[in-house]
């Protein structure tokens, strides 16, 4: 098997490769900053002005600026080779906007957030809300872009200095958690490690660029799901989640698609980068072995519905129940995977938290 780590040679991205090397014969690590894309007639991407081979598994990342490369990349290789993080994941993972909007379709639970269309409609929100709140750049990065109002006063005059700066903002609820945060890394269905971060006296942000203190978390069987179901949200098979520990429960602030592994493995012990090689080798080879994939999954795939096939036959489909008054109605998918037809007689059998239905 042949890997790829198209990254920004980070230190963590080396980590990632070296381990990389105990599981595939060859991991080539290609600077993101000499990949060239040209789409026209034919697509093309070059590599320091050469072609690059074909790869079984590519793992590509990148910081928020280079989100445009990453979206091509990934898009015009997503069919030929295994790739940990889905061409929308970029957008979703490098713009908290889109985050925030992702995490709610996926139902997974997030501090409430306010987008609006201008400054007027900012300032009637800075109205109306509970102080303290947040108000946040969609690109900040380690905790950079994160600023913290305690009253309408100060949430009007940074308005004022970001109006200036013409700079977009978000304006989030502020969740009182004493300067802490979680960030778990999940790599595939799993929380692989997981620390809480501490801000320094004074701070709210948590993050360890900002002077925060990391200690290893053990996170309850709800958290981890939380964190795995953010992940699925932003497309991203392998990243970090931020999570605020509130009292109505974790909430999802942040899902970071290029994580940093100093911190984490330096507080938690836990080998993350051999952990993620170890994943990335495992998925190659299934998708290897599996071949091409099969019509039913494309079609899971495109609707964005996570599966996980238990058998060849049988598709498990995880979601969340429509209702309409008061009857489930099943997505379409379903139709194509049991082609039921109208006409089939069928046994329904249902009890307290179960549902089968089978053709008679
Ligand atoms: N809504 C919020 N309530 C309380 N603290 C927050 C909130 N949003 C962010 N923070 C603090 O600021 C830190 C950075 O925020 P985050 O959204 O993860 O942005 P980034 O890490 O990209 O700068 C968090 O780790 C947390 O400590
Ligand atoms: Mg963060």
Redesign the pocket.
Known sequence: MKAALISLGSVSSQWTADAMKKHFESVDTLNLNRIEVSIGKEIEILYVGKPLPSYDCIYAKGSFRYAAILTAITSIWYKNAYMPLKPRSFDIGHD?FLTQIALNQRKVPM?TTYIFPSLEAARKILEKVNYPI?M?FPQ???????MFADSYASASSILDALASLKQPFLI??????Q???IRAIVVGERVVAAMK?T?VKGE????IH?G?SGKPAQLDTYTKNIAVEAAKAAGAEICGV?I?ESNKGPLV??V?ISPGLQGITATTKIDVASEIAKYLAARTSDIKESGRKSGTSRILDDLGIEKTATSQAEKQIIMNLDFRAERILLPKVVTGITRFAEKDDIIIRAEKGKLTVEKA
């Open positions: 908290k501090p947040i946040k900040g990065t380690q905790g950079r872009g994160v989030q609820e502020y969740i009182d958690t300067g802490t945060d971060r801000a709210e942000r948590a993050n900002a925060g931020d605020l602030i942040e970071n």
